[in-house]
Each structure stands twice: as structure tokens, then as C-alpha cells.
């Protein structure tokens, strides 16, 4: 892999307070997840890595060069903030606009650029309006309208899916696919795992500003799976569904949920759980209204990795 | 042109066009034309009581130096001064400024003279306004325009050097309101009053040493806020306002290029 992006020993402070420790990667080509909780350190990586922050200790390296006060790096990088902040004042198509007269293009060129990001993120029959007046989803599009715009090589997005309805999500992660199909490097960050799967296989696992692991996704669901899940099922007779599965070598413990019709089985093999589930089902034809996995959130996988 | 001026000059068309459409912008326009409005009330009042004269020249000395120069400047150069780097980051808006391909210092340079062009001509528009109804019986005479245009100069001058100190307050305080109003409402309206060389640490000062001979129609009521100016030459007086402008700028974006800003959650 050809490492476009950098990072030896690097640590960020924030006073007293941690925000990034001896982080060592190296990020290529193609789309990186950077998952982690709250509070994890992927805004603070994203911040060093966009130059926005200098290094307490460690460098960080866009090509081989110190991103901090590189001024000339950034345009070959879109950075996509998390926070929804805007020039209210401005429409659509002056914010993109506007901005890549920033970069030194020429009224022109800015133009047809911005008409053709903000085509890319179907935003272009609403460029003539106020930014006041775009929904939560068209925000998060024209973010990224303006990300690629001058035709960055790298492309970091924090929390891009965040706060959008499904349909939204669904087309920002439609988007960032096409870019990494047109050969762009891209970090995303998220809390969310599903959302992060649903673009790459390639994840950094961060944890109160350390890399907890790394690697691709079934590494990963490794790492998970030596650990017990908790797995939801609500039907017409919970009792009588807890009774077929208690005897089975892959049930680690049932417990009875606060609602009458829920049962939560905890499994350290969740394949094997779920096929006995549903042979019971389909041969006792068990009502089932409802299966979930209260542990299919990220936190839940760090608490599991972090032993919490 | 250089690559820095390249990027002042885009950051400069960037905020220029904002600016203009700011909401704050119009309030402070109205305000700017405030002393028209009272030039106008003024010359009203004169036609409908007959026998009152208005002494144009001084009812105009008196708005420059009371409203214009001592309020009025002070007030836009503060706040916009302080919101060069402020809004940015209260409207978390600076990333977009920040990961882009332009030197920090032309973002600090560049906003500073998108905001000044703009306020010279919105204080400029209001002063000429209130000029032609107080002088609107010698249009004619040269003298008058002569005072206005040194008038609105050293408006002028006083935002440029206001804007560059407040620009520096904010990108290196974070309650740069609350100092830039204790320094325009106690230090530059009460040090200029000071006997000997003391005034001479207020930028006041010198704005003050370089306005057009007042015409005060007598002993007319501000003389003695004159009272004690020991004028410094006008040369003294435009060296010292560049040097301290320059400085300004000059530290406010040194300081910007190496500080690191977080957003407030």
C-alpha cells in the first residue's frame, strides 16, 4: 500500500485533557473507517490530519510532508467538518462557489466546478436558495459538494451520515463510494458500525485517543465475536422459547426483559444461536413480532473490547 | 501579484459579499446614517422657526467629533474587528477557512480590508449625507468640500487603525468585546484629555491632531472638549496611526498562524 496519509507517535493534549495517544497508521488509497465512541479521538485525528491542529508529540504526513501550516497541501484535500455551520446568508451554489474562489478560482471555473459538485450530490436545482432554508440532508450533501469541489485526492469526512434520515444516508454513502471508485483516499468517521460496513471493510477502532485495533472487517467481527452477545426476541410466548433454547451448548444465560413478551439470550456463538432459533421457530411456529441485538452499537463493541 | 495577495485578495471578494448581507450590517448602516437624520431634524426645525439660523459648519465639527469619531468609529471598528476571528468561531465556520488553500495571514488580512472598505464607505456615505443638508447654502464653496474630505480621511483613518487593534484584541483574547469597550469607552475617551505627552498613548490622539480646524461658531459648546488637545503634527500623527495599524495586522496574523482554535461545544 502506498501510504498517503501518515501518522507516527502521534499524540494531541488538550491541556490536561487526552485527546489523541501514540497513534501510529498509515493510510492509502481507498476508504478508512475511523470508528469509535464519543470522545474516542477521531474528530482530534481528523483535526491533525487536516492541519487544523498542531501535534503535542508525533508528526502527521499528507504525502510525506507536515500537514501543520502546510498551506500549499491543502488543495489537494476536502475536509468535510462534522459540525452543521454554514454562512447563512448565502444560497447553495454562492457557498460552493464562493469557497473555491478561495482556493484562486477564477469566477468561471468556480462556477462550473460548483455546478458540477453540486450536481454530484443532486443539489443543483436547489443551489439559488438560502443555506436558512435547506433541510438537515441537504446540509450534509452541500458539505460534501464543497469537500469535492476543487477535486481534492484526499477526502476526509467526519461524521458524514450523522443525524440523516435513512434515505439520506443511503445516498451519501452512494456518493462516497463513487469517489472511492474514482481513486480518491478517504477517511470517514462514525459511531455507528453498520454505517461504517456499509462503506468499507478497512476500520480503525478508536478508543479514548489509542487505536484499540485495526485491520479489515471480519478481524474485526473476530474480535467481537470471542465475546458474548445479547440477542432480543419478542413473540407471543417468550417462556416457551427460552425452555427450547436453554439446554444448548451456544446459550450463555436468558434473562427476561421488562416487557412480558421479551426474552434476551446472551451467546458466545451468534451463527449457531441463530440457527437454532430459527429451526425452533419454524418447527414449534413461534409468533416471532420482534429479534434485535441491544449489543449492535459500537459502544457496546468497545465495552466488549475494552473488557468494561 | 504574489501568492499572498492573490489570497487576500479572494478572501477579501469572499467577505465583501457576505458582509453585505449581514443582518448586523444594516442595523449599523441605520446608525451610520443617524447623523444625516439629525442634520435634518436640525434644518427643519430651522425653516419652521423663523429667525433660528443653523450654523452648518458647526453643528457639523460637532457630529465628526462627538458621534462620528468618538462613538461611531469606535463602536464598528470593535465590533467588527473583534468578529474578524469571533464569528468564525462561534458560527464554527473557520474550518471552512482553515483547510483551504490560503496563507492564515491572508485570511486575517483579507477579511480586515473587505470589513474596513466596507465600513469607510457606509461612515462616509452617512458624513457626506449630513454635509450637503448642513452646508446646502455654500455647495459652492470650495473651502467646505475641503472639510468634509478631510473629515471623512481621518474617519477613515481612525477605522483602519481601530479595526487592525480590535482585529489583533480578538485573535488574541477571548473576551475581546468586553476589553475592546473598556479601551474605547475608558482609555481613548479619557486619556486624549490628559495634559502633556500622556495623551499621546491614545490613538484618539492623533485622529483628533489631524481633523480640520473646528469651526465652533464662537465659543461654541465643544470647544472644551479641545480644551486641552496638544496637537501632534499631522505627519507625527499619520506615521504614528500606520506604525500602530501595521503592527496590528502584523501580530494578528503571526499570532493566528500559531494558535490553534477549538470550538466551543
Redesign the interface.
Known sequence: MTAVIRADKLSKWYGNVLGLSDVSLEIGPGITGLLGPNGAGKSTFMKLVTGQLKPSLGRVEIFGRPIWNATGLFARIGFCPEQDAFYDELTGGEFVTRLLGLQGFSRTEAMARAEKALRFVELFAEKDRLLRGYSRGMRQRLKIAQTIAHDPEILILDEPLNGLDPLSKRKIIRLIRDLRDAGRTIIVSSHVLPEIEALTRSIVLLHQGKILAQGDIPYIRDLIDKHPHKISVKCADPRALASGLLEQPSVRAIQFGPEAETVVFETQDRDAFFGLLTRLIVENGQDIEEITSPDDNLQAVFDYLVGT | MSALA??VR??F??YL??VR???RTKIFALVSFLPALAALVIRVNAWLSPGAAVDGPAVFSNIILTFNLQFLILVLALFYGTSILAEELE???L??????????AAIILGKYAAYVSFLIVMVAAGVTLAFVILFADRLGDAQAWLVLARSAAVLALGLLTYTAFFTLAGVLLKKSILFGLMFSFGWENIVPYFPGATQRFAIMHYLKSLLPPISTGGEGNFAFLMFKLEPSTPAAAIVTLAVVTAAALGLACWAF?RK????EE
Open positions: 492573490r489570497s479572494s478572501v471578494s469572499f459579499f457576505i448581507r449581514a443582518r458560527g464554527k465556520t474550518t471552512y477557512l482553515t483547510t483551504r488553500a490560503v496563507p492564515k498562524a490553534e482554535y477549538l470550538f
